[in-house]
């Protein structure tokens, strides 16, 4: 068990290594974004951004998570037509619903458009290619996984992104494009990627297609495509319901402002998701499977809980750092950093979910995962109806968590006859009890001196891992590995 959580901690820091360095790159554009777009053109590309999530769905057509539960590790040819297969099928569909979309970019650019923004078909336009070409690259990013090849993943990751980040930079500030210059930015970096991945292309791709091969694909896939379109529903549900009952630009903005500074949690599910599909896929065969996917939710808890709360301490601090045209987040903005927690927590309990759904996918019992994304997203709807109106845009953060945390309880809940695994609970709970006491303190200390208080944050962090040692969540081997760290670092 110890080796593989080795194996598995070394592939999650390669992915996080590059994510890291590529998240950070993509979230200076927030600043970016802020100081140099209109509300109006900010709104835009924030809505876009919405419906290209969408389409990712559509376009992917549950092939994607196929092609990881076909790909052969043994059996290259089998590989090779699992490719074929996922890649011709999902390039199909894109091609025909971004001709048709564009047909009608006119009418559908109005409609998500505000008042004051002009060229809506266009931009519209521009949009639509971007997941378009995102299609081309889904399934070489998903051989880069499953043939172990994490750190070329990372590094095409990484320059993408810096691609994409630099044109942003070159076509906002000194050419002021505005959404034009935001969406030809991701054009550009996305085009690059498919160039990149042609010599994997011409190796695995054979033009034909396995008949008997996709119907089994497609028995697989399609059941995830309800999931994963709930998934995004409950993701971007709240800002049209929010729109809706506030109307007010200021309010919507400052929530997706805020919303997007939760990155560093979503930052650390994305990249341990990268990994743990491919691990457990390869493992579940193994004697020792349950009780170590049992004690990575654990590991995974913890790591959580330590982001939570350094980033709920000291995000305040972050965004006052000087940046180009203004603040890292302009100040207008920063009456709601207070819902940052809220999204940081939500973004845990989709990383529980993240956990949770292995087993469906090992035992290919995929139809239970529409049924929980689904019944969230329903969820998420009702509680921004009845929290907007109350609390504003923090009841949309404490509906998009309440969401969240009942998609983890209700998958955990099919999990149990699908695929038990004894968790840890007893470790996890003393976790999330010592995060608890570590953050309510945290609120109570209001200080006027800001390095002193920074310097109290600090403190209440190590006095986190401290109130988990005392409680006894450390085992002797654990213990064993801490001493050694330490004195390794001494050496």
Partial sequence: MKDKIKSLAGETIIYGLSSIFGRFLSFILTPIYTNYLDTSQYDFVIYSFSIVALLNVVYSFGMESAYFRFYSFDNKEDSRKAFSNSYIFINSISLFFTIFLIINSGILGDIIASRELNNTGLLFSLAILMPFIDA???????????????????VTKF??????????????????????????????????AFIYFIPILKENLTFRIDSKLLKQMLKFGIPTIPASISSIILQVA??????????????????????????????????????????????????DAKNLYARILTYFTLISSFIFLFFSFFMQYLVQIPFIGGKLINPKY???????????????FNGMFTNFSAGFLIEKKTKYLPIAVGLAAIVNVIANFILIPIFGYTGAAWATFIAYLFSAAILYYYSLSIYP???????????????????????????ENVIFEILIKVGLILIYFIILFLFGFFNPDELKIIKNFFKIRKN
């Fill in 136 to 154: 081309l690259t889904y399934i070489p990013y998903g051989y880069l996984r499953m043939s172990k090849q994490a750190k070329k993943f990372a």
């Fill in 159 to 192: 320059i993408i992104i810096f691609i994409t980040v630099a044109f942003n930079f070159i076509l906002l500030i000194p050419l002021s494009m505005q959404a034009e210059g935001v969406f030809i930015a991701q054009i550009i970096g996305s085009t690059f």
């Fill in 238 to 287: 709240d800002r049209p319901i929010l729109k809706e009952l506030t109307n007010s630009d200021l309010a919507i903005t400052t929530y997706q402002v805020n919303y997007r500074l939760g990155i560093p949690m979503m930052i650390f599910v994305t990249i341990f998701e990268y990994a743990w599909k491919p691990f457990y896929l390869s493992n579940y065969t193994e004697p």
């Fill in 334 to 348: 920063w009456e709601g950093l207070h819902i940052i927690p809220i999204i940081l927590l939500a973004y845990f």
């Fill in 421 to 447: 695994i004894r968790y840890e609970w007893n470790r996890i709970v003393t976790i999330v009890i010592s995060a608890a006491i570590v953050f309510l303190i945290n609120h109570f200390i209001l200080l």
